[in-house]
Nanobody, 125 residues
Framework: VQLQASGGGLVQPGDSLRLSCDAS????????LGWFRQAPGKEREFVGAIGWMSGLSYYADSVKGRFTMSRDIAKKTAYLEMNSLKPEDTAVYYC???????????????????WGQGTQVTVSS
């Protein structure tokens, strides 16, 4: 089962956008969920991760203070609230499940699974 990110779009610099990640179809256990992004011509990079039960989260320095993650346990859905968006935030955003047993605080793609197709976020004036 792949996790599906949604909610992307075209926004102006300084605007806000909220992405959603639907994990309701997942049958496996996971620590939580991670967000990654891939800009054109660049490698995919870690954005942040949140624990399902704890609600604790950690972020990449590039988004700290601007992006906030949350989750709805009942809906098994996670959210990425993005504020003060910059052109350099333009990317395809992905969510993936944090594999049980992998370390908390990891930013490695290989510690996450069930990648979906991602959602495009474009920040441009």
């Amino acid at each position: 089962v792949q996790l599906q990110a949604s909610g992307g779009g075209l926004v102006q610099p300084g605007d806000s956008l909220r992405l959603s990640c639907d994990a309701s179809g997942a049958t496996f256990r996971s620590i939580g969920l991670g967000w990654f992004r891939q800009a054109p011509g660049k490698e995919r990079e870690f954005v942040g991760a949140i624990g399902w039960m704890s609600g604790l989260s950690y972020y990449a320095d590039s988004v700290k203070g601007r992006f906030t993650m949350s989750r709805d346990i009942a809906k098994k859905t996670a959210y990425l609230e993005m504020n003060s968006l910059k052109p350099e935030d333009t990317a395809v955003y992905y969510c993936a499940a944090h594999i049980m047993g992998r370390p908390w605080g990891t930013t490695r793609e290989t510690d996450f699974r069930s990648w979906g197709q991602g959602t495009q976020v474009t920040v441009s004036s």
